[in-house]
């Protein structure tokens, strides 16, 4: 069973609310004390998601985070005033498979009120005040349901028995609460009359920067039978399933988006996509229409009254398939140019046409574009001999004043060029007279040194010594007067020394020179383009088009960073270093020349600049969650090249070429990682075997260590968000990758069960380099103490993309208009024969499936020992004050399989009540509602507690433990005391592979599909 990302609208609320909340445009929200039921906040958030089920079915929801709410309940009683987070929904979902694959949410036909604490002995007695609270509100009864302990959290869930008179007041509820932006979607008669439905609100609290935040939740859904109109084309139109046509969003800071999501390939006609500028490239790969009218930061889109969509069944199967291969050519790095080669080559059945390729050269960028000038001795006529060094004293004797001192080094000089031995810019000349005048005696004060002088100096010293000495007076103020002048002129005067032989010496030249025109790429830039959910920067691409690829046909295409150090350029440098004799109080001054190693001096410029010299790579900001491998440490992200491809209608497809973590003037492992499909045919039906090679080859010096390879398929996402969508097939550990050429090779073969239409896979390939080590000291010429260390070459974590490959991934039937991924559905009937109470669960779906029950009770007694199941699993009882609940673990459930589970309870209590048990699964597919809202009820790892829009807490918070890492599903038994006859229920429901970013499109088109910056991440923080 694959690993499912849920990269979806749990984590974009969770984390647009963080970064909304930490705005200082963001007031905390406040409890009028006048208006027990009114809870305002600022920012907010709204989303309208619109699904196709079977058939003409449309699946509408409407969810609405913050802003003003008038809450049907006294969120003041301290049941609900002391929830974390807080939800009542009812659901009206038991007719669902005539119109969908699965349950809408995971919850049960009825009311649920699902309440989260943070642990504590009161925790019950504030469930059961708040139980009370919505008890008297709605005039009910409700009962324990389940119970979870999570992250510190106590979830509750009770529940009562549903009616038309109980849901009516519900929705009636949720239309009152607001209704402006979305909300006023938000129609009690659209969900009481629809065959499935449902509808909610709560209150969750935000925590931020030690400050406790709460905002409304509210929304409600239901299914249209007739949603889709036509006969082909067929057209998906909001007014049709609202009955409005004006969408307006709310003003103020926050984001609102209309998203239609198709679980089935679609092509949508000339102009079918209203309006037609949508906030997601490529629209017609995805499946997915999204426009964002309201954003904290990035592009908006025009909004419009109506959204919709016209379009075919199907997708064009002529399939060109670009492979792009990134690689650098060693011995031209090592000569001094960083050329970067991209190998096209069509591996598909048809030819390709209107390739755009866009290279992101990132943020960092900015820092070479221009190049860096170094300077560098004039080896043409020059050499330095850091050997030769030579002392200058000063000195004067008298009967007046008495001076001696040495007063300038020399250490290193140069020689001419092609001649040993032969000093350049000399004057033999061993003493220069400062200063002399008679008075009875002879007053000379003189610097010299037996090996001659530079001649800059001797010009220098002509030039301002000299003259600064000559209308001193012989009196008894003489080494007074002669010190001061030493002092107010030597420094000067080597100053220009200094100058003036570095000027003649030592030439400029720009080093790091982009050098792009050759094969026709072109520079833009900068161009403002989101990055993750808080900020914008500049950014800079190479673009190139090429217009046709045949069948099997391979062009390469390259540009290069030019002028790169190399050990072969005489990097040296001279130092005016001033410092103070301390027995005579006057200046010294050294003048220092030495060869550097040019890695040094590179790395030197590297610190001082805050680049990490890897001009293929980026640094993953502090707190940046990839949601798999060792991501709490920091890490470099490699991309590559994106770009987008047409078949011969026009039919626009990606790719990517794989990522490099080259990095300059300083060893590292550097990891090329090739996938590609092994299949003859690139053209898919779900259930099929897809044959995947992965290939490492390790191009840098150092061996890449802890290597991991975690193959994943995906789905296009939004702006800079390579992936909308994401799936890890499987991880693989590749151990350790010696330098100098280390290679692994592995092949596996997994379902083709996600992503339908074009669905690519790809490796990210995790690793480190310069294991133990700690950054690089660097001098700075100045000694030792002055040093600087070059943290990024010491033990770095690297993610490095492969290159995608892509295939088709179609329905046998190409024109049904049904979700075509196979999926577990079960069927659950409950019998209880006096105090034996049997669940027998069966997998009537597509897929196989692991299990999970819980369920609750009160008021009786039950062991472990009382609990059979008629396959393997792990059976557990948690008992919370007067409530237990039942758990039974990795129930494996194949197609076709059936497990029976019997309880035989002790029960003398009359109060005795048994509510619906809740069934846990597994999918390792896409879900066929992929981008419906799915919320958690407590986000493990997550600073906030939004609670689910959903009953099923106590499942839920075991699937979201992992955060990302098992797809689950919900499947709920009937309501019924013990003792009561048979009531079978059959619901399924669905954890969704969602989005995980929200930006909008960037000022290049396409081009800009995939920025390196921040592509497949997610952002929120740890709990406090």
């Known amino acids: 069973m694959g690993n499912k990302y849920h990269f979806g609208i749990y984590f ?162 949720v239309e009152d609460i607001s209704s402006a932006g979305f909300a006023a979607l938000e129609k009690a008669d659209l969900v009481t009359s629809a065959p499935v439905s449902w509808a909610g609100f709560g209150v969750t609290t935000i925590f931020e920067e030690s400050t406790f ?83 904290p930061v990035g592009f908006t889109v025009p909004g419009a009254g109506v959204y919709s969509v016209s379009f075919n069944v199907g997708m064009d199967a002529a399939f060109p398939m670009i492979r792009n291969e990134m690689t650098v050519d060693k011995a031209l790095l090592d000569a001094g140019t960083l050329q970067a080669n991209f190998t096209l080559t069509n591996d598909g059945d048809a030819p390709a046409e209107n390739i755009k390729m866009s290279f992101p050269l990132g943020s960092d960028f900015n820092l070479i574009k221009n190049g860096i000038d170094i300077y560098k001795i004039n080896s043409s006529s020059y050499a330095l001999n850091d050997a030769l060094t030579s002392t200058y004293n000063i000195d004067l004797s008298s009967s007046l004043a008495n001076i001696n001192y040495d007063a300038f080094t020399l250490t290193g000089w140069y020689e001419e060029a092609g001649n040993p031995g032969v000093r350049a810019l000399w004057n033999p000349i061993t003493t220069i007279t400062l200063f002399e005048k008679t008075l009875g005696e002879t007053f000379t004060l003189t610097i010299s040194s037996p090996d001659g002088f530079p001649q800059p100096v001797v010009d220098a010293i002509n030039d301002v010594i000299i003259p600064a000495l000559t209308d001193i007076n012989i009196d008894i103020n003489l080494k007074n007067n002669l010190e001061a002048g030493i002092r107010d002129n030597l420094p000067a005067a080597f100053f220009q020394a200094y100058n003036d032989a570095f000027n003649e010496l030592y030439i400029k030249e720009s080093k790091f020179n982009l050098n792009y025109a050759g094969d026709g790429w072109s520079l833009v830039g900068p161009v403002s383009v989101s990055v993750g959910s808080d900020r914008v920067e500049n950014q800079y691409f190479l673009k190139l088009n090429v217009s046709t690829l045949a069948v099997d046909e391979t062009k390469v295409f390259s540009f290069s960073i030019d002028n790169i150090p190399t050990t072969a350029d005489q990097l040296a440098l001279m130092n005016f270093v001033k410092e103070t004799d301390i027995i005579t109080g006057l200046p010294t001054v050294e003048l220092i020349s ?178 133990g080590q700690s950054g690089v000291v660097v001098p700075d010429f100045r000694g030792e103490a002055n040093s600087v260390t070059f943290e990024e070459g010491g033990e770095t974590h690297h993610f490095t993309m492969s290159t995608l490959t892509g295939a088709l991934l179609l329905p046998e039937d190409p024109t049904a208009r049904a979700p075509s991924i196979a999926e577990p559905l079960l069927r659950i009937t409950r019998s209880v024969d006096v105090d034996v109470v049997t669940y027998v669960v069966k997998n009537v779906g597509l897929a196989d499936t692991e299990l999970t029950m819980l369920q609750g009770y009160k008021g009786m007694i039950l062991d472990t020992s009382d609990v059979t199941v008629s396959v393997v699993a792990d059976v557990d009882i948690l008992s919370v004050e007067n409530v237990n609940v039942l758990t039974i673990k990795n129930i494996d459930l194949n197609v076709g399989d059936t497990v029976e589970i019997k309880m035989k309870f002790q029960n003398d209590n009359a109060d005795a009540y048994l509510p619906p048990a809740l069934f846990s699964f597994t999918t390792g597919g896409e879900s066929s509602l992929g981008a419906a809202f799915n919320l958690g009820a407590v986000g493990t790892g997550t600073p906030s507690s939004i609670l689910s829009l959903s009953a099923g807490a106590a499942a839920q918070q075991e699937a979201q433990q992992s955060a990302t890492e098992d797809s689950s599903s919900a499947a709920f038994s009937a309501s019924s005391s013990v003792g009561a006859s048979v009531n079978v229920g059959v619901d399924t429901d669905t954890k969704t592979v969602g989005d995980s970013g929200f930006v909008g499109p960037s000022a290049t088109e396409t081009l800009s599909i995939m920025l390196i910056s921040v592509t497949l991440l997610t952002y929120f923080r740890r709990r406090k």
Do not use: C
């Not at 609310?17 to 208006?35: C, E, H, I, K, R």
């Open 213 to 295: 935040r709460q905002i409304a939740v509210h929304g409600m859904g239901f299914v249209t039978t007739d949603g889709i109109t036509g006969s082909g084309p067929y057209t998906l139109s909001t007014d049709n399933l609202l009955g409005v046509s004006n969408i307006s969003p709310l003003g103020g800071f926050g984001l609102s988006r209309v998203q239609i999501s198709f679980p089935y390939p679609i092509e949508p006609t000339a102009g079918g996509i209203v309006p037609s500028m949508t906030s997601n490239p490529l629209p017609h790969v995805t499946g997915q229409m999204v426009w964002d009218l309201r954003r």
């Open 12 to 173: 974009v609320a969770i984390t647009t609310l963080m970064m909304l909340v930490a705005s200082p445009v963001a007031a905390a929200p406040t409890l009028n004390s006048n208006n027990l039921n009114a809870i305002n906040s600022q920012p907010s958030m709204e989303f309208l998601q619109v699904v196709p089920g079977k058939d003409n079915a449309v699946l509408t929801s409407m969810y609405i985070f913050g802003g003003e709410a008038q809450l049907p309940l006294d969120v003041t009683s301290s049941g609900l005033a002391e929830a974390e987070s807080w939800l009542l929904l009812y659901g009206n979902q038991a007719g669902f498979e005539t119109y969908l694959n699965r349950l809408p949410l995971e919850t049960r036909d009825g009311l649920s009120l699902i309440l989260s604490y943070e642990s504590g002995s009161n925790s019950f007695n504030l469930a059961a005040d708040a139980k009370t609270t919505v008890e008297n509100t709605y005039n009910i009864d409700l009962f324990f349901s389940s119970y979870n302990l999570i992250d510190g959290l106590d979830i509750y869930t009770f529940f009562a028995e549903g009616s038309s008179t109980l849901f009516t007041a519900v929705a009636d509820g």
């Open 594 to 771: 030495k060869v550097q190693n040019y890695e040094e001096v590179l790395l030197y410029a590297f610190d001082s600049l805050g680049f990490d010299g890897r001009p293929l790579s980026v640094n993953l900001p502090d707190g940046t969650r990839l949601g798999f491998g060792n991501d709490q440490i920091p890490s470099t992200l490699s991309l590559g090249m994106p770009f987008t491809w047409e078949n011969a209608n026009n039919f626009k497809f990606f790719g990517l070429s794989n990522g490099l973590n080259l990095q300059i003037a300083d060893d590292e492992a550097m990891i090329s990682a090739s996938v590609v499909l092994m299949d003859a045919d690139l053209v898919y039906n779900p259930g099929d075997l897809k044959t995947i090679k992965v290939d490492l080859s390790n191009l840098g010096d150092l061996p890449a260590e802890n290597v991991r390879v975690h193959i994943m398929q995906a789905s296009l996402g939004r702006d800079n968000q390579l992936f909308e969508r994401y799936q890890r097939l499987e991880t693989l550990n590749a151990g350790t990758l010696a330098g100098f050429g280390g290679t692994w090779t592995e092949t596996i073969q997994v379902e083709a069960n996600s992503f339908l239409g074009y669905s690519p896979v790809f490796a990210v390939v995790e690793f480190d380099s310069d294991v």
